[in-house]
Structures are given as structure tokens and as C-alpha cells.
């Protein structure tokens, strides 16, 4: 059972969690050209080769609109390519270029400082439940708000 006190503390610890995480992220990425944002997108991109563009926006939890945004941006700096799908002629395929790989590479190396930090705060298993819980409250609320459409 949640306490009033929790009830506070969740979504204020939640919000100055991301905030940290993307600050330290954009101030790392800064002279790179590429936003955090964008960063997380090039990671679902590479991870997931064979995604469409709305696949991704649900990957990243972002809406289609924001995400198509970004693989303007991203494919205009030649580090994504966007091909028609092979069964689905509204939708677009996304793949990482072999320059927007090497940015992925960069970027990769660049954030590992915070990583370090992040995972120094926490051991093993409390990033493995950190994780899992995050998974849980994301899936909770996604399910949610697709209920309530």
C-alpha cells in the first residue's frame, strides 16, 4: 500500500531522475551535433534494424510526429537512411548509415562517464530491479493510456 508521502515522492523522483540523466547527457553531447534525444533514437535504430518509424516511436516512448522530426534531422546529417517497407507502402524502414554508425560509436564513448555514474550509484542487482521496475511502470502507464483512448 502507498503512503500520501510516496504518492509525492514517486513522480517528483522520476522527473529529477530524467532531468539529471538528459543534462548531463545534452552538456555531454554538445559539440557532437547530436541531442540526447536523437541519441536514444540512433540506439533503437541500431539495436532494432528492421523497425518502422512508428515502431521506433513507441520503442522510445515518443510520438510518431517527434520522431519523425528527429529522422528528418538525423538522415539530413547523413547518419540515418529511410527506405519504403517492403510490405507496407505508408511505412518507412530506418537504418543507421555507416557515418551514423561511427556517430553511435563516438556518442557511445562520450556518455560513458554518466553511465559510470549511474551504475556506481547502484549495485548489480539494484540496477537489474531499477531496470525491471522502470519496464513496470512504463508498460503500466502506456496500458493505461491505451485504455483510456
Known amino acids: 500500500m502507498?503512503?500520501?508521502?510516496?504518492?509525492?515522492?514517486?513522480?517528483?523522483?522520476?522527473?529529477?531522475?530524467?532531468m539529471a540523466l538528459h543534462r548531463n547527457t545534452e552538456a555531454k553531447f554538445a559539440t557532437h551535433g547530436v541531442t540526447a534525444d536523437q541519441f536514444v533514437l540512433m540506439l533503437a535504430v541500431d539495436e532494432n534494424r528492421s523497425l518502422t518509424q512508428r515502431e521506433l516511436a513507441k520503442r522510445i516512448s515518443s510520438d510518431p510526429s517527434t520522431v519523425r522530426a528527429m529522422l528528418v534531422l538525423l538522415e539530413r546529417n547523413g547518419l540515418i537512411r529511410r527506405d519504403a517497407h517492403p510490405n507496407d507502402l505508408r511505412a518507412k524502414t530506418v537504418e543507421l548509415t555507416a557515418s551514423g554508425k561511427r556517430k553511435l560509436r563516438k556518442l557511445w564513448k562520450v556518455g560513458q562517464s554518466i553511465r559510470d555514474d549511474m551504475y556506481g550509484a547502484?549495485?548489480?542487482?539494484?540496477?537489474?530491479?531499477?531496470?525491471?521496475l522502470l519496464r513496470c511502470v512504463s508498460e503500466s502507464l502506456y496500458l493505461e493510456n491505451a485504455v483510456s483512448r
Open 2 to 18: 502507498k503512503s500520501s508521502q510516496q504518492e509525492h515522492e514517486l513522480p517528483l523522483a522520476l522527473r529529477a531522475a530524467y
Open 122 to 132: 547502484m549495485s548489480p542487482e539494484e540496477t537489474t530491479i531499477l531496470i525491471r
